[in-house]
């Protein structure tokens, strides 16, 4: 069964940078797609940015031009550098990878997420009950 382990998170000032890694435990070449994704507390799980073979790498817009993935395959990891964070850039992130199955269908991986909290003194905070 293959891994995903991400690492690099932690909690940053508004306009600060960050880099997630993903450790992959399976080869490069065996994957058709592998990006990353994230969830915010009350909110669906949405991609941040992916690579399919074949195709251009895709970037959700509000991390366009603030956001780069990359990876590399001899050291089977892949990143995501994130510059200019802004308090609605936290959430918990997930590496993802998935594998075509011979016929149709599709084998998907997810990393066990890691928190990335932007905050610092300004701060808006919203409570709601």
């Known amino acids: 069964q293959a891994q995903l382990v991400e690492s690099g998170g932690g909690l940053v000032q508004p306009g600060g940078s960050l880099r997630l890694s993903c450790a992959v435990s399976?080869?490069?070449?065996?994957?058709?797609?592998m990006g990353w994704f994230r969830q915010a507390p009350g909110k669906q799980r949405e991609l941040v940015a992916a690579?399919?073979?074949?195709?251009?790498?895709n970037y959700a817009d509000s991390v366009k031009g603030r956001f780069t993935i990359s990876r590399d395959s001899d050291k089977n990891r892949m990143y995501l550098q994130m510059n200019n964070l802004n308090p609605e850039d936290t959430a918990v992130y997930y590496c993802?990878?998935?594998?075509?199955?011979?016929?149709?269908?599709?084998?998907?991986?997810w990393g066990q997420g890691i928190q990335v909290t932007v905050w610092g003194q300004g701060t808006q905070v919203t409570v709601s009950s």
């Open positions: 690579f399919t073979f074949g195709a251009d790498t």
């Open positions: 399976m080869s490069f070449y065996s994957i058709n797609t």
């Open positions: 993802y990878a998935d594998q075509l199955l011979a016929g149709r269908g599709r084998r998907e991986y």
